[in-house]
C-alpha cells in the first residue's frame, strides 16, 4: 500500500516568481484601498467639523 503525500505543491521557478508578484500586487492593491479609506474618513471628518462650527472668525 502507497503512502499519499499531503497536498504540498512544489511549483518550479517561473510559476513561484508569478505567485509572488501576484501577492505584492494584491498586497499594494490592499495598502493603496487603505489609504483611500484613511483619505476618506480624513475628508469626512473635516466636513463634519466644517458643518457644526459656521464662521469662526
Known sequence: ???RK????IMN????????ENFE???ENLFN???Q???FVKVSKSDE???TKPDQK
Do not use: C, H
Not at 499531503?6 to 505543491?9: D, F, Q, S
Not at 521557478?13 to 509572488?20: G, H, L
Open 13 to 20: 521557478n517561473s510559476e513561484a516568481k508569478k505567485t509572488k
Open 37 to 39: 479609506v484613511e483619505n
Open 6 to 9: 499531503m497536498g504540498v505543491k
Open 25 to 27: 500586487n494584491e498586497l
Open 1 to 3: 500500500m502507497k503512502k
Open 33 to 35: 484601498g487603505s489609504k
Open 49 to 51: 467639523n466644517s458643518e
